[in-house]
């Protein structure tokens, strides 16, 4: 089984030091960065993401305080099995999926306000 991961290079001609361009050379590559960002664990995800929610949830009533880490735990859950068998394909290239999805989740349950969500149980 073999694993997918997805990259983007940046890349330029590298001039020699006898050719006309070399004096260029250094004002081109003084226009582009190299910028490495690894995804998050699950642990760092957990943090940040528990975290907003924990915050949001200091208004609610007592029996809802304790869901933050919950809920952000089953939203990676849930994200990590997205990402896992909805694999993009030539069909459905659009199968591409990343932490902002995981955070509009959030972002949705965000919005919920203490007068509509009182309890644990749903009506």
Same mark, same amino acid.
């Given at each position: 089984?073999?694993?997918?991961?997805?990259?983007?290079?940046?890349?330029?001609?590298?001039?020699?030091?006898?050719?006309?361009?070399?004096?260029?050379?250094?004002?081109?590559?003084?226009?582009?960065?190299?910028?490495?960002?690894?995804?998050?664990?699950?642990?760092?995800?957990?943090?940040?993401?528990?975290? #907003? =929610?924990?915050?949001?949830?200091?208004?609610?009533?007592?029996?809802?305080?304790?869901?933050?880490?919950? $809920?952000? *735990? %089953?939203?990676?859950?849930?994200?990590?099995?997205?990402?896992?068998? #909805? =694999?993009?394909?030539?069909?459905?290239?659009?199968?591409?999926?990343?932490?902002?999805?995981?955070?509009? $989740?959030? *972002? %949705?349950?965000?919005?919920?306000?203490?007068?509509?969500?009182?309890?644990?149980?749903?009506?």
């Amino acid at each position: 089984m073999s694993k997918c991961v997805q990259r983007s290079h940046l890349t330029k001609p590298a001039f020699s030091g006898h050719c006309k361009h070399a004096q260029q050379d250094t004002y081109v590559q003084a226009c582009f960065s190299l910028i490495n960002v690894t995804s998050p664990n699950d642990a760092q995800l957990k943090r940040i993401f528990g975290s #907003l =929610l924990n915050l949001k949830l200091v208004d609610f009533d007592d029996v809802m305080k304790p869901l933050g880490d919950q $809920i952000s *735990q %089953g939203s990676i859950e849930v994200y990590r099995a997205v990402v896992k068998e #909805l =694999l993009p394909t030539p069909a459905k290239s659009h199968y591409l999926f990343n932490t902002r999805d995981l955070a509009k $989740i959030i *972002q %949705g349950v965000m919005q919920a306000t203490k007068t509509f969500y009182d309890n644990q149980v749903s009506d």
